[in-house]
């Protein structure tokens, strides 16, 4: 229904500059996440979007139409809050309402939208309620609602789960990846959680400091990470990372790529520690594992090992990344990867 | 041993609220009774504090003293005046100071707080003058028109519209709404307590004020009810003053009317904005 583009867009808060000469494609019909830490500018990228903190320059395309300067609510997009921003004063039915209402959509039309997104949500029940009675799950349906009844070609939402419980935004999340397949809209979900973004995304997009880090599916940005910083902030725990002690290059493999053993393998990579921690997590289990060079994550599925005990953590060729000094990863079949593959075993050896 | 000293804790409140509330309560309850009274009873000593017949004549013997009717419609077209113009102006001002961000905002916010510093006896003579100089002195607009700017609601509803999240106003605006609408339907409905509380002050002050239409009123038809109850003392005699009370509680009656029915709002209104 509709694309999204940003075109060499800048945004600047008074002096400071946020974001600066961004490109990017949001693709129509697809669930974009955008992720990324704290203050990183993905609030500012939503707010870009749907026309409330217009860009200081370059163009925002709506659909291939420059919406520059077009109003929040002529941008046929609807944006969930973090804070749902419910009206309070207004029933659930006339929050769901107020923009058909300014839309001039007829009586009877109205009455069959809000009944018909009402049962969607599961609202059916709480139509003449006011929202200070409701649960927070519930008046985060209401805002959902209140996005939907309106038919956008753009969904962005704001951490919308964030204000929830655990086990509700479990919930709500596969709701959300529902909802998108049944309206087939574009969607646009900010969260810093990254185990959010991995499971309901169809592309994820990284940010860093007004940076786009990667732009991927979630099995590319996790297999395939484009430099050091997607790859420390994707997996749980991240990838574990070290400097090679060359060229200021650095190495890198995932924890649950690594084997936990008492004797010395054969493995390509070899390291030799004791055990700091260990996290429970039921299916898995968490070791911290210091030498005196490293410390590494390494996750388990079995929970075999105890606190204080010297194991050796073994690491295949073909699960190693390397990354230059440029912070970048070098392909497998990049010139210098085989070298540094062989630098790591030779400094593993002495 | 316990319960006893909790029963002393509580008659002592009681007591000590009994007190504040009679000395609030007495003088209006000597006014009404003093209206029923009969003239030889207001002078009796010892005094005594109820009236042997009540004198509802009292009532209609002031009303009767002068064109009454005259007065309360002026006072009551004054008063109506005052608070529709001041909500008219008050809210966009209000909504424009809280949630916008311009050019001079600051300088003319500033000037906000200084009008409401300024007291109406220093400004009385030029406004006088100005108000002569339109032709409309003997009209009911030099009542009305230098107080359509309340610059202590403006203030006050400023910060109660602060405090109001802006992403409510962002989400009116992507539902499409027009500012306009969003005071009306989101800001305004939000803010009743305040609104009720800010009305009510202005009620109060317009409705009882005396020094103004004073000074702005040259004739009877004009002249709102104050003036006609001062002007009792002239008619009946100083010492008439079962007359003199009667009207006086014609006078406070849609006050205590007022402030009956907007309590609710004015206890919300100050818990709301954090000054209770
Ligand atoms: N109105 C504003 N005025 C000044 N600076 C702002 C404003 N809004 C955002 N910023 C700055 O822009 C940067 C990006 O903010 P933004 O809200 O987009 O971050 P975010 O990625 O959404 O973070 P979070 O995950 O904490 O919500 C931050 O450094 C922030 O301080
Ligand atoms: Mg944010």
Known sequence: MASIEFKKVTKSFGDSTVIED???????GKFTVLVGPSGCGKT????????????????????????????????????????????????????IEFGLKNNKVSKEERKELVESISA????????????????????????LARAMVKKPAVFLMDEPLSNLDAKLRVHMRIELIELHKKLGSTFVYVTH????????????????????????????????????????????????????????????????????????????????????????????????????????????YEDLFAVDEPVYVGVPADKLFFFGADEKRIAKNAPGYQAYLDWLRRQVDE | MH?????????????????????????FLWMIMTALKTFPETMVFPPRLLPAMPQWSNFVTAMQSGPFVTYTINSVIVTVSIIILQMVIMIPAAYAFAKYKFKGQPLLFALVLLAFMIPGQVTFIPVYLMLADWGIIHTLLPQILPFAANAFGIFLLRQYFMQVPTEIIESARLDNASEFKIMLKIMVP????????????????????????????????????????????????????????????????????????SSKQIVKAFVYSGIK
């Open chain 1, 22 to 28: 961004l490109d990017l494609m949001i693709e129509d």
């Open chain 1, 44 to 95: 500012t990228l939503l707010r870009m979007i749907a026309g409330l903190d217009p860009q200081t320059s370059g163009a925002v395309l709506i659909d291939g139409k420059d919406v520059s300067h077009t109003a929040p609510g002529q941008r046929g997009v609807a944006l969930v809050f973090q804070n749902y921003a419910i009206y309070p004063t207004m029933s659930v039915r006339e929050n």
């Open chain 1, 120 to 143: 969607t949500v599961g609202l059916s029940d709480y139509l003449d309620r006011k929202p200070s009675t409701l649960s927070g799950g519930q008046r985060q349906r209401v805002a």
């Open chain 1, 193 to 300: 959680d990254q185990v959010e973004a991995m499971s309901m995304a169809d592309t994820i997009v990284l940010m860093n400091k007004g940076e786009i880090q990667q732009e991927a599916s979630p099995d590319t940005i996790y297999r395939e990470p484009n430099n050091l910083f997607t790859a420390q902030f994707v997996g749980v725990p991240p990838m574990n990372t070290a400097p090679l002690g060359k060229d200021g290059a650095s190495f890198g493999f995932r924890p649950e790529s690594a084997a936990l053993t008492r004797s010395a393998t054969d493995a390509w990579f070899q390291y030799k520690g004791v055990i700091m921690t260990r996290e429970m997590l039921g299916s898995e289990t968490i070791y911290h594992v210091k030498g005196d060079r490293y410390t590494f994550m390494i996750k388990c």
């Open chain 2, 3 to 27: 319960s006893k000293w909790r029963l002393i804790q509580s008659g002592t409140s009681y007591t000590l609220k009994g007190v504040v509330l009679l000395i609030f309560i007495f003088p």
């Open chain 2, 190 to 261: 939000m803010s009743v307590p305040a609104l009720a509380t800010i009305g009510l002050f202005s009620f109060v002050s317009h409705w009882n004020d005396y020094f103004w239409p004073l000074v702005m009123t040259d004739s009877m038809n004009v002249r709102p009810l104050t003036i006609g109850i001062a002007m009792l003392r002239e008619t009946e005699g100083i010492s008439n003053w079962n007359i003199i009370m009667a009207g006086n509680v014609v006078l406070v009656l849609p006050i205590l009317l007022a402030y009956l029915f």
